[in-house]
Antibody, heavy 121, light 106 residues
Framework: QVQLQESGPGLVKPSETLSLTCAVS?????????WGWIRQPPGKGLEWIGS???????YYNPSLKSRVTISVDTSKNQFSLKLSSVTAADTAVYYC??????????????WGQGTLVTVSS | EIVMTQSPATLSVSPGERATLSCRAS??????LAWYQQKPGQAPRLLIY???TRATGIPARFSGSGSGTEFTLTISSLQSEDFAVYYC????????FGQGTKVEIK
């Protein structure tokens, strides 16, 4: 069964770039599906950040688009998130997830366990 | 952006009772709607997609209905493990989530 695991620094300074990686096991990314990032500020709801197709096509949340880059590394079977110029408002649990889809992504399943990233000096 | 509004924010239910959760879209999303369950400290889990199709391994007590702008998640007989926060998510036009409904023990 497919499993996803996020990794990256738990603390990032304001104005710097947040970088996370999602390692996928039990399924080859190059075989298909979309792959997404979602975040959840402490005690709040879920916000879609962006998604990528295994071929590299990307979809970004318009509210974050200027700061977000998502890429895929099929040789390592992982995909990554970069969020630049972070502020305290970017403090959240960041989840990666596989997305079922057709001509565009649909729902998220399964999800990684999530990783808390705190933005603070 | 399509705004998803869930109600109520908190639902107090006794074990064994039925729970009905609502999700409203600011414009039609057809049947392109999913429901998730999230327990404290855990990632969300997919329950329903296509507004009414249960995901693999989801018990039959969970059911979804609706189309267009009005959707409902029903839990027919609440079990102890069902007390959690539930989110709806549309995938008709980009991807947005509702703010969640917390189902708590009455």
């Amino acid at each position: 069964q497919v499993q996803l695991q996020e990794s990256g620094p738990g603390l990032v300074k304001p104005s710097e770039t947040l970088s996370l990686t999602c390692a996928v096991s039990g399924y080859s990314i190059s075989s298909g599906y979309y792959w997404g990032w979602i975040r959840q500020p402490p005690g709040k709801g879920l916000e879609w950040i962006g998604s990528i197709y295994h071929s590299g096509s990307t979809y970004y949340n318009p509210s974050l688009k200027s700061r977000v880059t998502i890429s895929v590394d099929t040789s390592k079977n992982q995909f990554s998130l970069k969020l630049s110029s972070v502020t305290a408002a970017d403090t959240a649990v960041y989840y990666c997830a596989r997305q079922e889809g057709g001509y565009s992504p649909w729902w998220f399943d399964p999800w990684g366990q999530g990783t808390l990233v705190t933005v603070s000096s | 952006e399509i705004v998803m509004t869930q109600s109520p924010a908190t639902l107090s239910v006794s074990p064994g009772e039925r729970a009905t959760l609502s999700c409203r879209a600011s414009q039609s999303v057809s049947s392109n709607l999913a429901w998730y369950q999230q327990k404290p400290g855990q990632a969300p889990r997919l329950l329903i997609y296509g507004a009414s199709t249960r995901a693999t391994g989801i018990p039959a007590r969970f059911s979804g209905s609706g189309s267009g702008t009005e959707f409902t998640l029903t839990i027919s007989s609440l079990q102890s493990e069902d007390f959690a926060v539930y989110y709806c998510q549309q995938y008709n036009n980009w991807w947005t989530f509702g703010q969640g409904t917390k189902v708590e023990i009455k």
